[in-house]
């Protein structure tokens, strides 16, 4: 029986964003999807319909590709700290009211990222959600297999935030997160820390933070196939510090 990763892998594909081809799809996913989706950000101040801000050359990018329509659904990326300046603020810290300053204690700056431009295109879900094709090609139907790799590709970014992790020793996590999104995330055993009150920030948000071993190990406790998916049947992420 295939796991979930294998039926992931066989229609989308986990792509880090290193060139700068890659990077312009990832500037336009989130065009589409801040400007043009949600309007959380101001078009006018996009040029070239891409959406890029003073963090990106500080970041590592993922994608995640449909195999089928050769089209990105999904877009995230890791904001590193600054190894010129260690102690420059990252946007949680300026954008929030942090509160419990206690569970940061320890914590080296040097190990600690930030998860942020978390995305999926609704334009893709629509698009997709029961016809598929490209070009002249007459569009055939998705199967239910397919549709049911769909709701995946929240954890499938998750996935790439945890291989840009292992590679870069970041074993801690700032987020800024949407409720729905922590409750989401609850049930497959990822649990955030509250570390302030909810903020209006593009909607309702609150800081959060993750020590990303204990992620694993709740994702672990709930299922041992999503665990597979998010460490790539354990390739991934379990060198990290405990």
Same mark, same amino acid.
């Given at each position: ?59 590592? %990018? ?52 930030? #998860?942020?431009?978390?995305? #999926? ?20 139907? #998705? ?8 709701? %995946? ?15 870069? %020793? ?17 049930? #497959? ?54």
């Amino acid at each position: 029986m295939r796991d979930i990763l294998d039926n992931f892998n066989q229609y989308f594909e986990m792509i880090p964003a290193l060139s700068d081809e890659l990077k312009e799809e990832v500037y336009k996913l989130r065009f589409q999807v801040y400007c043009n989706e949600t309007g959380f950000e101001d078009p006018a101040l996009c040029p070239k319909n891409m959406e890029h801000d003073e963090y990106d050359d500080n970041s590592i %990018h993922y994608l995640i590709k449909h195999r089928t329509s050769k089209s990105y659904a999904a877009t995230t990326r890791l904001i590193m700290p600054d190894d010129d300046n260690i102690d420059k603020l990252l946007p949680i810290e300026q954008h929030t009211c942090i509160e419990d300053y206690e569970i940061l204690k320890g914590i080296p700056r040097e190990n600690i990222a930030e #998860v942020s431009r978390f995305c #999926v295109s609704n334009k893709f879900k629509r698009r997709i959600n029961f016809l598929t094709g490209i070009g002249t090609e007459e569009p055939k139907e #998705v199967s239910l297999k397919e549709k049911i790799t769909f709701p %995946h590709i929240t954890l499938a970014l998750i996935a790439c935030l945890i291989k840009a992790s292992d590679e870069q %020793h970041i074993t801690y996590w700032f987020a800024i997160m949407e409720p729905a999104l922590l409750r989401f995330l609850s049930i #497959v055993g990822i649990r955030f820390t509250d570390i302030g009150p909810v903020i209006e920030y593009h909607g309702k948000r609150k800081p959060c933070v993750i020590k990303i071993s204990d992620l694993l190990d709740g994702v672990l406790q709930k299922n041992e196939s999503l665990w597979n998916m998010l460490t790539d049947n354990g390739r991934v992420g379990t060198k990290l510090s405990r």
